[in-house]
């Protein structure tokens, strides 16, 4: 195994022969946010419960944090925030957090100065002495959230951390995120609000029926093709055929078009053939496929313009 913060090798789990994952294979360097994205029962979760020790694969090895998988020095540099948790409801906030700390090693010095950082980072400073049974669905997953930031972790898996969020909620999570970043932590973050992954993710992996599709750098996998709108008047048959060189035209209205170019560098020359085939330009707007885009034409089985079968990130 290598130094990476993460690395699988052929991972795989089967239930009654079938995979909930099969040779998931990830080379994860420290101090970032890797997206880990997939439909409904594509295989995410049962990977993580793999890697935070809740299932164990049925073939492959992997380790974390440099160590094999269940290596007790390992898991106590590890925080886990799951998709659907339940807290003891008759405890506060602040008694949750004693017992997690507890369960994770922290000692009592140690859990007297980080309860009330992380309560304060997570926004419930002035809620710790509320029990658990009264908080919202998004107290309560704030809550999950401090509970798995309590013992300083190297490496978090976060599994839906915003679901349960309103929109400020969902920023101020993103703001954690970044921080733990910036603090060099590596977050490994599940969810299914893509634009909330495209705003925080360095790298990202797609996993469906249980086998990882594409994985790369965030900036790399969204650049692959790029859409140009065109506003002009003087729309013509000749500057059709000619622009079709350079992709895939898609006629709007007379003064409007739409071109999936094959090379991001031909902007320009699109611009000189509306021009010299007659056609006066009013406007120009560039943009690249959203993670959305991406994510909605792999999953229906379009090719991407880059594919990774290996995370090697």
């Not at 978090?156 to 679901?163: G, K, R, W």
């Not at 959203?290 to 379009?302: H, P």
Request: aromatic letters at 6%; charged letters at 25%; a neutral charge.
């Amino acid at each position: 195994m290598s130094n990476s913060v993460i690395e699988t090798v052929n991972l795989t789990k089967l239930y009654d022969g079938k995979a909930g994952c099969r040779e998931i294979c990830l080379d994860i360097s420290g101090g970032q946010i890797f997206g880990f994205l997939g439909p409904n029962g594509a295989g995410k979760s049962t990977l993580v419960k793999m890697l935070v020790g809740l299932l164990v694969p049925t073939s492959g090895r992997a380790a974390l944090l440099g160590r094999p998988l269940g290596d007790l020095e390992a898991r106590k540099k590890i925080g886990f925030l799951p998709e659907n948790f339940s807290y003891q409801r008759w405890l506060t906030g602040y008694e949750l957090l004693k017992l997690h700390g507890s369960l994770s090693g922290v000692d009592k010095k140690q859990q007297r100065r980080r309860i009330p950082e992380v309560l304060e980072l997570v926004g419930m400073a002035e809620k710790g002495g509320q029990k658990v049974g009264s908080y919202s669905k998004g107290m309560q997953q704030r809550i999950g959230l401090a509970c798995a930031l309590l013992p300083d972790p190297e490496l978090v898996f976060l599994d839906e951390p915003t679901s349960a969020l309103d929109p400020i909620g969902r920023r101020e999570v993103r703001e954690i995120i970044k921080m733990l970043k910036l603090r060099g932590k590596t977050v490994f973050l599940n969810s299914h609000l893509l634009s909330e992954v495209e705003m925080v993710c360095d790298q990202v992996a797609i996993i469906n029926k249980g086998r990882i599709i594409t994985s790369g750098a965030m900036q790399e996998l969204l650049s692959g093709r790029t859409e140009v709108e065109v506003a002009l008047n003087g729309l013509n048959r000749e500057m059709e055929q000619k622009l079709a060189a350079f992709g895939k035209v898609t006629i709007v209205n007379e003064g409007k078009f739409v071109i999936r170019l094959f090379r991001k560098e031909d902007i320009p020359l699109v611009a000189r053939t509306v021009v010299e085939s007659g056609g006066e330009l009013y406007r120009l707007l560039p943009g690249s496929d959203s993670l959305e885009d991406l994510f909605v034409n792999l999953v229906e089985g379009v090719a991407p313009d880059v594919d990774h079968s290996r995370a090697d990130i």
